[in-house]
């Protein structure tokens, strides 16, 4: 698994069961929207202490695992700012579209859904 699933903090549903990741990553914790993780059946030894910060987390399966111990609740540093993150970007796009790319859209309001673009 990916650090990189950290930037997904709205994320609510993830599962990854049946899956050899033997390693939660930390940035785990700033998906601060999770409701339910399935981890089952992956060779997980440990969890970060940063599960914590999901406080909206329902449901956690780590079943069929071989974790050695459970974290801690006071065992992480504090959560980073989630309003100070980087935010996540399309792939393939450095930056947002200008409006000289979007085109023009003054014959919008005046368009009917059903006319074909021009």
């Not at 069961?17 to 998906?31: D, E, F, M, Q, R």
């Not at 956690?60 to 459970?70: A, I, K, P, Q, R």
């Amino acid at each position: 698994m990916s650090s990189q699933i950290g930037r997904l903090a709205k994320l609510e549903y993830f599962s990854m069961a049946k899956n050899p990741l033997t390693v939660v990553p930390p940035s785990l914790g700033n998906l601060v929207e999770l409701k339910y993780l399935n981890i089952r059946e992956c060779n997980v030894k440990s969890l970060p202490p940063e599960i914590w910060y999901c406080k909206k987390l329902e449901t956690l399966n780590v079943s069929s695992n071989v974790l050695e111990t459970f974290p801690k609740q006071n065992a992480a540093p504090p959560p980073p700012d989630v309003n100070q993150a980087t935010p996540a970007t399309t792939p393939g796009l450095s930056q947002s579209p200008s409006f000289e790319e979007l085109g023009k859209l003054e014959d919008f309001q005046a368009r009917r859904p059903s006319q074909a673009s021009a």
